[in-house]
């Protein structure tokens, strides 16, 4: 297999996902503007800068569309869900970004994608010292196939660093080096269920536009997620 340069030596791999899981919080509505405005995204920047002119809210709409270059943007229906991870930055970053660019991380099963996700709103509902409460997320589900490079064909010592569970400065090192190197994204073990598989990919035309498949709702019990709704079973399932 090929190896990354400039950067770690770390080989990439071939993933294809049928069914690529991601989950997000659905206070994040479709930006629809990414899928209406033209099918030709080299002339967004024009035409959001002209309906700016009567709905200045558009911007916060669609976010930074400068972050990500003409070529590597993807239109169509379902498309917002795949350009809002690299146009809304999350300022304090992720496991593979500083906060300067975007990442969209998807599972490749549910059960992954979930444990993944209320890890980060507990601590999230942690951090911000809140009061028990339930936060509605929305399921997406679409095909990946494409090469990434492998954190598991790193060195042992240099995996456990990027995989560790609580400090993020090895596994932004590498992601910072990679994608600079124009890498696609990183394929990885999931950190939060043995067994999983993630991905993190760097630019939105690496991965497939996802459909919503289901909704679930977590449960924050001013400690921990200690269950979720699941509304397509119509049950809790504990954590």
Partial sequence: MPRAHPGPEIATTRIDWRQAWRIIATRYPPIDLFERVSPNPAVWDALIELEQLVNPRVRDAVGEIGLVPPERRVSGPNASWVMAPFTHLNPKGSRFSDGSYGVYYAA????????????????????????????????????????????????????????????????????????????????????????????????????????????????????????????????????
């Fill in 108 to 239: 490749d099963r549910l059960s992954t994608a979930i444990a993944e996700t209320a890890h980060h709103f507990a601590r999230f509902a942690s951090d911000s010292n809140d009061p028990p409460r339930r936060e509605d997320m929305r399921v997406l589900v679409g095909a990946v196939a494409n090469e990434f490079h492998d954190v598991d064909s790193l060195p042992v010592h240099q995996r456990t660093a990027v995989l560790d569970p609580d400090s993020y400065v090895a596994s932004r090192t590498l992601a910072r080096a990679l994608r600079d190197g124009g890498s696609n994204g990183l394929v990885y073990p999931s950190v939060r269920e043995p067994g999983g598989r993630c991905v993190g990919a760097f630019w939105p035309d690496v991965v497939g536009i996802p459909v919503q498949e289901r909704h679930l709702k977590y449960e924050w019990d001013g400690e921990r997620v200690s269950r979720y709704f699941d509304y397509a079973e119509d049950r809790w399932v504990p954590l």
